[in-house]
């Protein structure tokens, strides 16, 4: 095998792991409190084109316009909460909910084109430079341009950006257990081992697509809702450091334009248009009665959303197209004929394709589907473990001392269970609706706490030793040795007995994720029994990793990708299995506790792998809620 | 498939290489060109596209579902900050647009912190984030609290759902 160069970095104060909303807000708002700090970013793809933004954005979901008199954090707060059906960490919610507003107002100072909507000054009353609404949290923005503007932010304030570096450990300190001392990877076109230490790290590295098999197969496998390169290494990395996790059961299931996956957002919320079934019926309310009864009428009252504008929580939407389809009334439709008429909003909806999930206005294209005349037809996507949508998947982080009751306070904010590690965006757990502006936000907030934590002396006497570094080594490139052994055994081909290629490997894991804890070919359905069998089948398949093979570095990048993905499945698994109800029907229903149950499970779940025996322990945390005084 | 790069226009120069999420764009060794090695990793994302000098690289949707026979190209020019699309249809129709990408001259309007003044312990020591409490409330008063919002943190699953 090569020898590949080990590159150190040393020194650094604040090391950010993945740099896409959360990680490029961490590094800018670092150097504001660290004007004299190392601050180093390691992201895996150019940072310029990365995350979930690479192709762009046509809103910015997460915008309180407190300043236009619109919105308090309070209030979205409480969106959030019932969307989840009250499940969420509302210190955490309120913090980025009160902070939001000023990233979004630095965006557009930077030249990110929020559009503007000079009718509502009069019309709401506001006061003036409003933004243009799609709904009462989401403003519309030209926002192609969005990571490479938000990557210069970053860029020009950290002291090195490693691009193209897959990052897949973390260091962790020898002289105080449980603290975190950096992180190590690999450059994925080089090969060259990098070692970067660290007092504090911010982990960016986003959240998970293509964990459960994904409806597109064969050359299309990459058309996923969620970004391909989305690899789940946010969780990999910290579930491996031994810190706690929340939510992770709370995967997303998405109601999307069929097999192009583009956004409906826009469509509902600016372009009013609304779905029906195969025959041109509205079907929705007809589930309601029966799921209203499931959950019960405190998370879905139908009668109370008619008067007031209550919100109808997504997973029950998208339940309502899951029966409406098995009941053989398919396929959904999205009715856009009407509004595609006006030459503006059809102008809105290709540009919202145009401008986030090109792949859609391809598919269109390739279909000779034009909105004007032909109502597209809608799917369910696969479920997707990430924690910055409509969901609240992540690690169990402190939240600021102004706001976070005991259980939620240890010292410094976003900080995780692990001393020094800290998270941002889909990293953090607890935190759904933040989108894009909200986890920029919250990887400003853990800068911030990161910057004191270091000022506060926490990262003093960090030991790591050169064997542990040599060890990691090892363990990174023993695909490809795997692999260069392997390979003299057969004459040709891809089929070995001796190694697992990371393709082949990644379709297992998306097999048993599916079938075993809830994905589309079993219509998002498991119960305790599937669950026990498919965690049975998980650890076969651990034992498969340490045979996983690479062909080259580019496969040794698949490799970890799969490692950090397969970290991330185990631990949805065990918290599935650990809520023994269907608190969120549409994103997957447990056949053998079908009903939501609010005397036992009004709790937050939170998962602990034990870093040297791998062994979970899972417990329950209190939910917190914000109540006005006056209650 | 995702992406593919006509023989004739590229000259690889790397610039898709450089910017493709997937790591996907590379160079083949015969031909000194550019090639998505891994289809099936490819979110039609159009970086690659959008960053290629000579339009060498184009996108036939994927075969699972799409049909042969249409195309979205796209011109993004940084100097007059805008995005230029081309959708033409499997049945010929063609439909075009133009967005901005941007209101401001790239690499102009952020400032780099370490030529600015620290900030003051006191605001270390608050919740403010940099340039904060400016546009974050309509009355320009400090941070929202649960204090000055008349609110509490109540543990389990009392609660009033108000909206
Ligand atoms: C199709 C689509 C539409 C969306 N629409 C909207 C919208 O309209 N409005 C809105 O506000 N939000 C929207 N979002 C959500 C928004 O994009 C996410 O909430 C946000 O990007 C999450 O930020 P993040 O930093 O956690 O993850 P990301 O932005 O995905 O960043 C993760 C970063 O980590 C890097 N990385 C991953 N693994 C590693 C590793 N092992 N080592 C090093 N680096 C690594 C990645 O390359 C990437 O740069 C949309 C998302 C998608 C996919
Ligand atoms: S950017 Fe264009 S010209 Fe350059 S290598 Fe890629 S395809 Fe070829
Ligand atoms: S479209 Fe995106 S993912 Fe596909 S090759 Fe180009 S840059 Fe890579």
């Given at each position: 095998m090569k020898a590949y160069k080990t590159i150190v970095e040393d020194n650094i104060d604040i090391l950010v792991a993945g740099a896409g909303l959360g990680g490029t807000g961490a590094a800018y708002e670092a150097r504001y409190w660290g004007r004299n700090k190392k601050i180093v970013i390691a992201e895996k793809a150019n940072i310029n084109r990365s995350g979930a933004v690479a192709q762009g954005l046509y809103a910015i979901n997460c915008y309180m316009g407190t300043r236009f008199g619109e919105n308090n954090p309070e209030d979205h707060v409480r969106y959030a909460r019932i969307d989840l059906m009250g499940m969420v960490r509302e210190d955490l919610l309120f913090d980025m909910a009160r902070h939001v507003d000023s990233a979004v107002h630095k965006f557009e100072e930077w030249g990110l084109p929020l559009m503007k909507d000079p009718k509502r000054e009069n019309a709401e009353g506001l006061a003036k430079g409003a933004y243009m609404r799609e709904g009462k949290w989401q403003i519309m923005i030209h926002g192609e341009s969005?990571?490479?503007?938000?990557?210069?932010?970053?860029?020009?304030?950290?002291?090195?950006?490693?691009?193209?570096i897959m990052v897949t450990h973390l260091l962790m300190d020898e002289a105080q257990e449980n603290r975190v001392a950096g992180a190590v990877g690999f450059n994925v076109r080089t090969g060259n081992y990098h070692v970067f230490k660290s007092k504090a790290t911010i982990v960016g590295a986003g959240g998970a697509s293509n964990i459960f098999k994904p409806r597109s197969v064969g050359e299309g496998a990459g058309r996923v809702w969620y970004a391909p390169w989305s690899s789940g290494s946010a969780y990999g990395l910290m579930i491996e450091a031994g810190a706690k996790m929340t939510q992770m059961e709370n995967r997303i299931v998405l109601a999307r334009f069929k097999d192009g996956y583009g956004p409906v957002g826009a469509y509902f919320l600016h372009l009013k248009t609304y779905t029906q079934n195969g025959y041109g019926e509205e079907y929705e309310s007809n589930w309601f009665p029966e799921l209203e009864e499931r959950v019960g009428k405190r998370?879905?009252?139908?009668?109370?959303?008619?008067?007031?504008?209550?919100?109808?929580?997504?997973?029950l939407r998208t339940s309502a197209i899951i029966s409406e389809i098995n009941a053989g009334r398919g396929p959904i439709h999205m009715v856009t004929m009407e509004a595609f008429q006006d030459p503006h909003l059809e102008e809105v909806g290709w540009e919202n394709f145009l401008g986030m999930t090109v792949g859609q206005a391809v598919l269109w294209a390739a279909t000779d589907i034009d909105p004007k005349y032909i109502n597209p037809e809608l799917t369910t996507s696969e479920p997707y473990v990430m924690g910055s949508h409509a969901t609240g998947c992540g690690a169990w982080c402190s939240g600021?001392?102004?706001?976070?009751?005991?259980?939620?306070?240890?010292?410094?904010?976003?900080?995780?269970s692990v001393s020094g590690l800290f998270g941002a965006g889909d990293a953090v757990g607890g935190t759904p609706h933040a989108f894009s502006s909200g986890s920029f936000t919250e990887g400003r907030l853990a800068a911030k706490a990161a910057c004191q934590y270091i000022d506060d002396g926490k990262a003093e006497g960090i030991v790591v030793s050169d064997q542990q570094i040599a060890d990691r080594k090892e363990e990174i490139y023993k695909p490809l040795e795997t692999y260069t052994v392997g390979r003299n055994e057969i004459v040709a081909g891809t089929v070995s007995p001796s190694y697992l290629l990371p393709m082949p490997g990644l379709q297992r894991l998306q097999k048993i994720m599916d079938e075993y804890c809830g994905g589309v070919t079993v219509s998002y359905m498991t119960n305790d029994k599937l669950l026990s069998m498919g965690m049975q089948k998980l650890k076969v398949m651990e034992e498969d990793m340490e045979k996983v093979g690479a062909e080259d570095?580019?496969?040794?990048?698949?490799?970890?990708?799969?490692?950090?993905?397969l970290r991330t499945s185990e631990c949805v698994f065990q918290h599935t299995f650990f809520r023994k109800e269907t608190r969120w029907p549409g994103y997957y229903y447990r056949g053998d506790a079908m009903k939501l149950d609010d005397d036992n499970w009004h709790v937050l779940t939170v998962s602990h792998r034990d870093r040297n025996t791998g062994e979970y322990t899972m417990e329950k945390a209190p939910c917190y809620h914000l109540v006005n005084d006056e209650e | 498939m995702p992406t593919f790069v006509y023989m004739t226009r590229c000259d690889g120069c790397g610039h898709c290489v450089d910017i493709c999420p997937s790591d996907i764009m590379h160079i083949d060794d015969k031909y000194r060109r550019a090639y998505n090695i891994e289809p099936n990793m490819c979110w039609e994302c159009y970086s690659c596209v959008k960053a290629c000098p000579h339009q060498a690289i184009d996108v036939r949707g994927y075969a699972d579902f799409a049909p042969l026979g249409h195309s979205v190209r796209t011109i993004r020019d940084e100097e007059k900050?805008?995005?230029?699309?081309?959708?033409?249809?499997?049945?010929?129709?063609?439909?075009?647009f133009l967005s901005p990408i941007?209101?401001?001259?790239?690499?102009?309007?952020?400032p780099d912190f370490r030529n600015e003044?620290?900030?003051?312990?006191?605001?270390?020591?608050?919740?403010?984030?940099?340039?904060?409490?400016k546009y974050i409330r309509m009355d320009d008063g400090g941070l929202h609290t649960l204090e000055s919002n008349k609110l509490s943190l109540k543990a389990g699953g009392e609660y009033h759902e108000s909206l």
């Open positions: 969005y990571k490479p503007i938000v990557a210069e932010a970053a860029t020009k304030n950290a002291d090195k950006t490693y691009n193209r998370y879905l009252d139908v009668e109370a959303s008619h008067v007031t504008a209550r919100p109808i929580p997504t997973c600021p001392e102004d706001l976070s009751p005991e259980e939620y306070f240890w010292g410094y904010n976003r900080m995780t570095i580019h496969q040794l990048m698949r490799a970890w990708e799969l490692k950090h993905r | 900050g805008t995005i230029a699309w081309r959708v033409k249809f499997r049945d010929g129709r063609v439909k075009n941007t209101t401001q001259p790239w690499g102009t309007k952020i003044p620290e900030p003051s312990d006191e605001m270390r020591n608050s919740h403010l984030l940099a340039f904060e409490p």
